[in-house]
């Protein structure tokens, strides 16, 4: 396969023109708006960190580099370096089987790659498939640090990965519109979710259901891989994020 | 000429020969410049022309261009005061004061105008770079993972082994501390068992040896019966 550029000279002049297209038909140079792509690339960060970066040299940026998952932030509006590695993520356009790494064997180590390749996935990959790669995460409940322009807050990866599915914006970028999933399910593109965390779900539903869509909030997946596991596993892994995805 | 010739006339042919075989070696390489020149001013002019900036043609040993290990090295220009005039806006010929590029012999104002600079395609023809990165595979990346996690295992038991040995090395302070005290303590009893021994010598030498057996006696017994000082008179 094609080596690539170091940096994204060629990557941003394929905007507008005719670079290959992300699974979803979106072309990934367009993907964050113009204003946010002209920060990225503005910034030190992005110059230093993120140039001559391959989909390995990803891993060792996201452990070094990335202890809060954000946009830009701060009155300066800095774009974040979760942010500039999703968009090299966007410039590189990582196989399904690469983003199985960060997610899984990564993701279980790692809880900033696993984030940032939700947030890739989510950009790129079409509707049934961002169902199927983020679901499985939604019982991971570690904390996740998050920076705004007001300042830092505490997050968990099962929110985060929540609000990909039903926020239109997350990380100063606006996300494609998704069918809900039960359109799919209607269109059998999906097949339903079993409830992984059944009971306890239902009743945290109830609580706060001006935040979270009943509809779209955790089911269990319906993933044929994972539906063919034991319950007694899934109430483990409600327990032991790590293992969810192992 | 003939006077020229030095003792020793041999010397003056062979000065002779190297000076001709050097001039025709000179204009061979001049005329293989000058194409050379020709031919990169006429890529550059064409360059120019379809709007694209020229780069040296590269020679098939180009390396390709990686990641930096590191953040880049600013920390040999920190501290030093970088006065440039206020239009240099890109690199500038020489070394002078701000960011210097040995290999490009161009001085920048600032790091971020370096790091630029050190991404720029003219810097990266000049370390004998192509530019291009190698695509890793799904097995790079999974090999990236475990050797960054082997790392990070492997620095947290060099932590637990020197909170280990510090505990230890605490230990060993504390005993030796503890020793000195107990030393000390011993040291302030045997004085004081000392001064003791010599104070209860003295007693017995003034009893034995000063005191005139029954001059002191009468005193004793005054003494002894609660009496004493009626003066010197009464005596
Ligand atoms: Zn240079």
């Known amino acids: ?246 | 000429m003939a006077s020229k010739k030095g003792a020793y006339e041999t010397t003056a042919s062979d000065t002779d020969f190297r000076k001709k075989y050097d001039r025709e070696e000179y204009a061979q390489r001049a005329k293989e410049r000058e194409a050379k020149e020709r031919e990169e001013n006429k890529a550059r002019y064409e360059a120019k022309l379809a709007g694209k900036k020229y780069y040296k043609p590269l020679t098939g040993d180009e390396t390709l261009t990686q990641a930096r290990a590191s953040r880049l090295d600013v920390s040999q220009n920190v501290g030093k005061v970088t006065l440039m005039p206020a239009g240099a806006a890109t690199g500038k010929r020489g070394r002078g004061a701000g960011f210097y590029c040995a290999d490009c012999d161009l001085t920048f104002k600032d790091n971020l105008q370096w790091v630029e600079h050190e991404n720029s395609m003219q810097h990266l023809r000049a370390i004998g770079q192509t530019g291009e990165v190698k695509r890793a595979t799904a097995d790079d990346v999974h090999e990236r993972i475990l050797q960054i996690w082997e790392r990070l295992e492997e620095e947290k038991k060099q932590d637990v082994k020197t909170l280990g040995e510090r505990l230890e090395v605490r230990k060993e302070e504390e005993d030796r501390e503890r020793e000195e005290r107990r030393q000390k303590r011993l040291a302030v009893a045997e004085r004081k068992r000392l001064e003791k021994e010599a104070e209860l010598k003295v007693k017995q030498e003034y009893g034995e040896d000063v005191r005139v057996e029954g001059e002191h006696d009468e005193d004793d017994m005054m003494a002894m019966m609660g009496m004493k000082g009626f003066g010197s008179s009464k005596k």
């Open chain 1, 1 to 246: 396969m094609a080596n690539h550029r170091a940096d994204e000279k060629r990557f941003l002049d394929d905007r507008g023109n005719s670079g290959p297209l992300a699974p979803n038909g979106l072309n990934p140079a367009t993907i964050m708006e113009k204003p946010v792509v002209d920060r990225i690339i503005d910034c030190y960060f992005w110059k230093d960190q993120c140039f001559g970066v391959n989909e390995a040299d990803i891993v060792s940026r996201v452990v070094d580099q990335v202890h809060f998952i954000g946009g830009t932030y701060g009155d300066s509006q800095k774009p974040s370096p979760f942010l500039c590695l999703a968009f090299k993520l966007l410039q590189l356009a990582p196989s399904d089987d690469i983003l199985r790494e960060y997610l899984d064997f990564g993701g279980e180590k790692f809880k900033y790659l696993r984030a940032l390749a939700c947030f890739y996935i989510r950009m790129t990959r079409q509707a049934k498939d961002v169902y199927r790669f983020l679901e499985p995460f939604l019982p991971d409940s570690r904390k996740l640090k998050q920076k705004r322009r007001t300042g830092t807050t505490l997050t968990y990866m099962d929110q985060f990965v929540d609000d990909l599915l039903t926020k239109d914006r997350v990380c100063a970028t606006t996300l494609y519109k998704m069918p809900k999933r039960e359109i799919l399910e209607d269109l059998e593109v999906l097949e339903p979710r079993v409830s992984a965390l059944g009971d306890i779900e239902d009743l945290l539903d109830g609580e706060d259901v001006q935040e979270v869509d009943p509809d779209a909030a955790r089911e269990d997946d319906s993933d044929v891989e994972m539906s063919n596991r034991e319950p007694a596993d899934e109430r483990e892994d409600e327990r032991s994020p790590e293992r969810a995805s192992s």
